[in-house]
DNA sequence: ATGAATTTTGTCCGGACGGTCAGAAGCTCG
DNA sequence: CGAGCTTCTGACCGTCCGGACAAAATTCAT
């Protein structure tokens, strides 16, 4: 309920003029919402001020406010326009395909993910801590039903020998957990490495560690 | 420095009388560290408020004000107290024992830790997300050393070819990463899940599968 | 019991924050 | 160029929050 109303209201800002959006409006919405982005992701809603991401986006707090009414609406915007993209690249996983390449792919991509856009697994982890209350909906249907979907087409692997016999939920899980682990635990990491993921051996490092513990953990022995 | 600051004035409260700690001291202050612990945990330094830890902690602001002065000298006290208790089953590793047996110990640990002291891990996310600016000086000095001290145990068993060689500190954020994301994640395993890690069919699942396939991941083929 | 020390509360302050509003400045299209 | 719409700004408001303070209530040692 709290997430269809977000959705009014974000859509709100788009609808304000009945016409088409102003190559304005257009620039400076994307620059908010990357502004918001870098702000929630390191504060969350409650800790970001408007004025922080005013500030960051270079414009005046009435400015922002005229484009999204409420730090409500921002937040939500911000949170469901990287939703779509964070999920992409488990839709790419094929079932027809062979499940050591498909899902090297796959780890591999949500490692890219981490390392190029941080903020955006941030995000989310902040939305989670509090219990995920916008999100509640998308995350009970989208994601449940996009992650039975994956599970199945990994029982289905498994079904024809080409996997070990392992939960397919919670595998996923795991793959979510160490990939994600390298944007979540930035200053972790770097506290205890020197560096983070953004320099190209520690990433070779963390992939080929994370790809083959995961692998070897679910692939068949080799004959 | 900050990390200094913080230790004095936590310090403060105790050594305001020059004598010992009363009975009422004693009792309050842990009730008020685990109602900062809870609100804290939730909407970070920034995001919760005395008032809400007051409330919970069932007092008025000012009478917590009086055990902590400042809301940051609450955060940090709650954050060092947490910091030793969440570190104490990685001292426990045992270099002369099996690495099957020790390490699936040491897994089994973080995933009761997570089911049971949910709140720790996410007290520790929350701050992580920041930068740690409070944990700094901890993170770069003691879990470093202590870090490198367990890399360096399991460096030697992949000597002894008791485990494949893998990159012991990613090994170590591959654990860490599978094991907290029950804590971290709840809400989001919880909506594809219909349930958390508390229910005892789903913990048995997840540390059936964490395990496995780290396990497998790691350890050499048996002949 | 009583005086000192500790603990608790009501009240208040200054600043920050989200949001409003009226009007100024800028843009667009005839 | 100029009318009408969009974009932007400064000033302002009510509220919430962290924290201060003095006084009241309670505890404690003797």
Known sequence: MSYETAIESQDLARARGSKKRTRIQAENEERI???ALEVFSRYGLRGATVDQIAEKAGMSKPNLLYYFRRKHDLYTAVLTRT???????????AEDGDPETELTGYIRQKLEQSRDFPQESRLFIGEVLLGAPHLDGVLKTDLKSIVEEKAEVIRRWIRDGKLLDVDPVHLVFMIWATTQHYAD????????????????ATFRAA?????????????????
């Open 207 to 223: 992939s080929d560690t994370v790809i083959g513990v995961l692998m070897r953990g679910i692939l068949p022995v080799r004959s």
């Open 33 to 35: 919402l990357d502004a």
């Open 83 to 93: 939703l779509d993209m964070w999920l992409a690249p488990f839709g790419e996983m």
């Open 185 to 200: 635990f930035d200053a972790q990491i770097r506290s205890v490495l020197g560096r983070g993921v953004e320099d190209p």
